[in-house]
């Protein structure tokens, strides 16, 4: 069964966030909405069972790291959402540029649909560049980190 409330929740964030279209799946079931009808208001397109195998989201082009940051490894959204860069107002940040960090380390933190993800740095070594403000909004597939692996 559809939840309402979720439906409402991801229009309010295709409002917030100017988005036109979303389409998600969620076990069997997917949804899919697209701005543009009457006063830019979504619509929902579609609601049928989600397939067995889902493909993953295309890539948002984004712009490639300045050639400066050559042999680094950036670290990117996995979704599209809020950026946090520390656990809650009041916390250090998770990083800091010149920061050692391991392939388990939390960089950051993601909200989507009022869901905090914790974001975690999957490769080894020096944070050389922090390419995004906390609490910006972010696109999947953008850069949010840049490291430079260990020697």
């Not at 067995?52 to 959402?81: H, K, N, Q, R, T």
């Not at 909200?111 to 975690?120: L, P, R, S, T």
């Amino acid at each position: 069964m559809i939840d309402l409330d979720k439906i409402r929740e991801l229009i309010e964030l295709m409002k917030e966030h100017d988005l036109s279209e979303v389409d998600l799946a969620d076990g069997k079931e997917r949804v899919s909405l697209k701005r543009g009808g009457a006063a830019g208001t979504p619509v929902m397109t579609a609601v049928a069972p989600a397939p067995m195998i889902a493909a993953p989201p295309a890539a948002v082009p984004v712009a490639a790291p300045p050639a400066e940051d050559d042999g680094l490894v950036a670290i990117s959204s996995p979704m599209v959402g809020t950026y946090y860069a520390k656990p809650d107002p009041d916390a250090d940040p998770f990083i800091t540029v010149g920061a050692e960090i391991t392939e388990e380390t939390t960089v950051c933190i993601i909200e989507a649909m009022k869901v905090f993800n914790e974001i975690k740095a999957e490769t080894a070594g020096t944070v050389e560049r922090i390419l995004v403000e906390n609490e910006a909004p972010v696109e999947y597939g953008q850069p949010l980190i840049l490291v430079r692996p260990p020697a």
